[in-house]
């Protein structure tokens, strides 16, 4: 199976400014139809997974475009860049590459 | 717009069984693959089976294989997942997703909690 390592575990953040959260892959997330499966989810507490960027660095309709995803192979960032109260919760990368799909651990941020 | 609602899940015995449903509306439900995802209390999802627009391909996480069965009625637009021989470890709650390798929309979950 591909594990999905993000770090950090807890990101506290100071409104107004960025955050950056890490995801390693133990193997390359390329499809053999050539697209990258690499997404990023945020949960807010009681509430479902909601999906930010698919494919690496495709924003979702609605999300903010404080909001960016990047990197390939085996190493992807999800970049904030001006924390909002809003985006307080539990971030998770996902990726749908290989069987069975896996997810990343989660990185819980918080407002400091 | 795209719409999932889970239902059918509630308290059961360890050896029990239970069946939930999804309810898709908001798009053409034959065009997809749909999925099967939980999350236990306080830990990250979890993939647990998808089954193709015809129900010819489908999949199994090793953790239910052999105990859950996913299907899919086409004609009431709606995705079933029967859950044989429940554990503890069971306990969680299941949402049901589009496009396994995408999952863009999620329905709220429906919670079920496995124990005596």
């Known amino acids: 199976d591909v594990v999905m390592t993000q770090s950090p575990l807890s990101l506290p953040v100071t409104l107004g400014q960025p955050a950056s959260i890490s995801c390693r892959s133990s193997?390359?997330?390329?499809?053999?139809?050539?697209?990258?499966?690499l997404n990023w989810f945020h949960q807010r507490p009681g509430q479902s997974p909601r999906r930010l960027i698919y494919?690496?660095?495709n924003r979702d309709s609605g999300v903010p475009d404080r909001f960016s995803g990047s990197g390939s192979g085996t190493d992807f960032t999800l970049k904030i860049s001006r924390v909002e109260a809003e985006d307080v919760g539990v971030y998770f990368c996902?990726?749908?590459?290989?069987?069975?799909?896996?997810f990343g651990g989660g990185t819980k941020v918080e407002i400091k | 717009q795209v719409q999932l609602v889970e239902s059918g899940g509630g308290l059961v015995r360890p050896g029990g069984s239970l069946r939930l449903s999804c309810a898709a509306s908001?798009?053409?439900?034959?065009?997809?693959?749909m999925t099967w995802i939980r999350q236990a209390p306080g830990k990250g999802p979890e993939w647990i089976s998808y089954?193709?627009?015809?129900?010819?391909?489908?999949s199994y996480a090793d953790s239910v294989k052999g105990r859950f069965t996913i299907s899919r009625d086409n004609a009431k637009n709606s995705l079933y997942l029967q859950m044989n021989r429940l554990r503890a470890e069971d306990t969680a709650v299941y949402y049901c997703?589009?496009?396994?390798?995408?999952?863009?929309?999620w329905g709220q979950g429906t919670l079920v909690t496995v124990s005596s």
């Open positions: 997703t589009r496009e396994p390798r995408l999952m863009g929309y």
């Open positions: 908001g798009f053409t439900f034959t065009d997809y693959y």
């Open positions: 089954i193709s627009p015809s129900s010819n391909f489908i």
């Open positions: 193997q390359n997330l390329v499809y053999s139809d050539g697209n990258t499966y």
């Open positions: 494919k690496v660095s």
């Open positions: 996902m990726q749908g590459a290989h069987g069975p799909f896996t």
